[in-house]
């Protein structure tokens, strides 16, 4: 892998992600919404190219992904709205993977998170209930294209050091679940150098093996 495109790039786990990239030698470009942010991305060694992904077809989608390597999803509305979040974390990341298709893109890895599914069991009068129902929908379609993916489902974030210690597929989700989002950019650096991950639905959380160890099993 030598280009990669990271769709969401001004979030705190995409900017982390640009920084190791970037140090690896790659070439990282960084979808962003707001043109404000070039400077944060560029300090990252990423080349900011901006695009508002909910408002941009899948043409011009695939436009920003063509002679890239791998792209990674790590955009999201952020909650608060309802019919924004079906917009981006459904919608438009569905049609990023069209676009990674139509791009000749053939690896991609999206950023979800530990339990989503059709069965993930959050009530609909929960706040969160919009954008676990989007998480399950475009996961769900991404495993039935053509691209080599890999699936990460971090447990909940948060600031917290970038140790490379974690639990992979933990036998109980509920006990634990915070991940540092330094470790989740982490994990989405080594998956991308680990063709073995992709088909693969990779659910984590901040624990006890080095990144090596817990991955190896996965592949």
Do not use: C, Q
């Not at 036998?171 to 992709?198: F, I, M, W």
């Amino acid at each position: 892998m030598t280009r990669i495109a990271i769709i969401g790039g001004h979030g705190k786990v995409a900017l982390e992600l640009s920084r190791i990239l970037s140090g690896e030698g790659m070439d990282v470009t960084s979808i962003i919404r707001n043109p404000a942010h070039r400077e944060d991305v560029a300090a990252t060694g990423a080349t900011a190219v901006v695009l508002d992904v909910e408002h941009s077809t899948t043409a011009e989608i695939a436009g920003a992904l063509r002679n890239h390597d791998a792209v990674v999803w790590s955009a999201g509305a952020g909650g608060g709205n309802p019919e924004r979040t079906y917009a981006v974390d459904r919608d438009a990341a569905i049609r990023s993977m069209d676009a990674a298709v139509s791009a000749g893109v053939g690896r991609y890895i999206m950023v979800s998170y530990l339990g989503a599914g059709p069965n993930h069991g959050v009530p609909e009068d929960s706040s969160f209930f919009a954008y676990a129902e989007a998480k399950a929908a475009a996961d769900a379609y991404l495993r039935g294209t053509g691209l080599n993916w890999t699936i990460l489902g971090p447990g909940a974030l948060t600031d917290g050091p970038g140790n490379g210690l974690i639990d992979v597929n933990p036998a109980d989700p509920s006990g634990g679940r915070e991940t540092a989002r330094a470790n989740v950019a982490l994990v989405a650096a080594a998956v991308l150098d680990l063709p073995s991950t992709a088909g693969r639905t990779i659910e984590f959380r901040d624990g006890t093996l080095p990144l090596a160890a817990a991955l190896g099993p996965v592949g």
